[in-house]
């Protein structure tokens, strides 16, 4: 079974890649100085955590290396973090070697379809921090 490539996909798409690495780093930043104080939506109007909440936090204490604090606030935010860094990286390799690298992950994406677990994965957790979510309310 071949799955169809998203990173690669986008690393091809050079103002994607802009958005994708320069998106999330503002969004930091923001946050860090405190003049961005963001609130998740679906906390707010349902008083449960979503998918991605904590998720901020844990980067930024990642970032800080206090790992496991940032494992606590979110068990992807490393992974997640290491996936971006890494994404950065390639963007700004010369375009030979961007090309070759990005071939790699291409061929990597399509035959393990690794990017589909990884989603699969979070959305489980979700759905799973989602019930517990539920069960203490009830």
Known sequence: M???SILAGTLKNRLLSVLI???PLL???LNLTSLLEWECLFFKYTGF???GCGMTRGIITGLKGEFKESFNF???AIPLLLVWVGYA???F???KSRD???EKIEITETKTGIAYVFVAIFAIFGLVRFIMELCREG
Do not use: N, Q, W
């Open 2 to 4: 071949r799955f169809h």
């Open 21 to 23: 690495i320069a998106l």
């Open 27 to 29: 969004f930091m930043l």
């Open 49 to 51: 955590k979503c998918g």
């Open 74 to 76: 979110h068990p992807f």
């Open 89 to 91: 990286v390639v963007y």
């Open 93 to 95: 390799l010369p375009k």
């Open 100 to 102: 070759k690298v990005i």
